[in-house]
T-cell receptor, first 113, second 113 residues
Framework: GENVEQHPSTLSVQEGDSAVIKCTYS??????FPWYKQELGKRPQLIID?????GEKKDQRIAVTLNKTAKHFSLHITETQPEDSAVYFC????????????FGQGTTLQVKP | ETGVTQTPRHLVMGMTNKKSLKCEQH?????MYWYKQSAKKPLELMFV???????ENNSVPSRFSPECPNSSHLFLHLHTLQPEDSALYLC????????????FGPGTRLTVT
């Protein structure tokens, strides 16, 4: 069945450094890849998404890259700040009209001041 | 109230009890979702409703019974649950059932004793 693998499960960086989280997906028909951020005790919130007709998308300090051939996509956070500390989830969808997302296991990012 | 709300926020129930979780969205969205979030596991989609019609049932046991009386309200009826059903149950909504941003509620922390 559909599967999304996410690595690493935990990531610790110094404030100001960059952080990279990687996901691979199994279904080659997947064409929509959102990233959600969940701060401790709070609800998940969309931070960026990318569709399969685009290779890269940026929004200020965050960017997502997509390699359809290798079936993987990555989240890049530059100039990390303590408020970036959270759990990040990648997800994949394959164009269904049901909104079904398959989520990765999550990455706990800790940014040390 | 704005966004997506859920009640109760915490629930403890015995395996023979019957209880219901409630979700309400104030965003004018047409699609609503139930997710299960367990420790160290990915977010698991349970059900999707589009305009009060169930469009996705992700192989969820029958002890979980969803109800969507209108596009703003979603319920999850629980009966004869198992301890392994203890988790955070998140509701979400999106503009339509498809590849749209999903807005999550705060969740109901369920403990089955």
């Amino acid at each position: 069945g559909e599967n999304v693998e996410q690595h690493p499960s935990t990531l610790s960086v110094q404030e100001g450094d960059s952080a990279v989280i990687k996901c691979t997906y199994s279904d080659s028909a997947s064409n929509y890849f959102p990233w959600y951020k969940q701060e401790l005790g709070k609800r998940p919130q969309l931070i960026i998404d990318i569709r399969s007709n685009v290779g890269e998308k940026k929004d200020q300090r965050i960017a997502v890259t997509l390699n359809k051939t290798a079936k993987h996509f990555s989240l890049h956070i530059t100039e990390t700040q303590p408020e970036d500390s959270a759990v990040y989830f990648c997800a994949a969808s394959w164009g269904s009209n049901t909104g079904k997302l398959i989520f990765g296991q999550g990455t706990t990012l800790q940014v040390k001041p | 109230e704005t966004g997506v709300t859920q009640t109760p926020r915490h629930l403890v129930m015995g395996m023979t009890n019957k209880k219901s979780l409630k979700c309400e969205q104030h965003l004018g969205h047409n699609a609503m979702y139930w997710y299960k979030q367990s420790a160290k596991k990915p977010l698991e989609l349970m059900f999707v409703y589009s305009l009060e019609e169930r469009v996705e049932n992700n192989s969820v046991p029958s002890r979980f019974s969803p109800e969507c009386p209108n596009s703003s309200h979603l319920f999850l009826h629980l009966h004869t649950l198992q301890p392994e059903d203890s988790a955070l149950y998140l509701c979400a909504s999106s503009q339509e059932a498809g590849q749209y941003e999903q807005y999550f509620g705060p969740g109901t922390r369920l403990t089955v004793t």
